[in-house]
């Protein structure tokens, strides 16, 4: 069953605009269409395995599960796993040297898309924990008697 928050073909295809040019088009066309479809290197089913991949490494990095709240959490594997398939597509798909450049930066920023994901996950899990967003204070058992040396 494919996630709710699964990336669209679209949603890739803004990280990776040239992959979706024509190869059917009219010599000297170099418009974009923004999406991938069976014109276009990668087609949109291979699109769409590269998507399902990287959905799967995303719930992997989650324990298997995007909770439903708070809702930014779905925005943010969305946005991890379209990074991730776009670098995936990338290295599949090197037409130039500077394409395999392009994949690794793409893979970076998936990789830091990712790793906000789980903080996020994990403090949206248990508020208070280590790394919330909210502070924690902490106060000895007994205080200690006023003065600069116990006694």
Not at 112 to 117: E, M, S
Request: proline share 9%; charged share 20%.
């Amino acid at each position: 069953m494919a996630e709710p928050w699964a990336p669209s073909l679209e949603q890739v295809a803004d990280h990776i605009p040239t992959r979706t040019r024509s190869t059917a088009a009219a010599p000297g066309d170099d418009s974009l269409l923004m999406t991938f479809n069976t014109t276009t290197t990668p087609t949109g089913e291979q699109a769409q395995r590269f998507i399902a991949s990287a959905v799967s490494e995303v719930l992997g990095a989650v324990a298997g599960r995007i909770p439903d709240t708070p809702t930014y959490l779905r925005t943010l594997a969305q946005k991890a796993a379209a990074l991730r398939a776009a670098a995936d597509i990338e290295l599949a798909y090197p037409d130039r040297d500077a394409d395999v450049d392009v994949s690794a930066r793409l893979d970076q920023r998936a990789k830091d898309a990712l790793l906000r994901l789980v903080d996020a996950a994990s403090d949206a899990a248990s508020p208070g924990s280590e790394g919330s967003l909210l502070p924690v204070w902490s106060m000895p058992a007994v205080p200690p008697w006023p003065g600069d040396y116990l006694l």
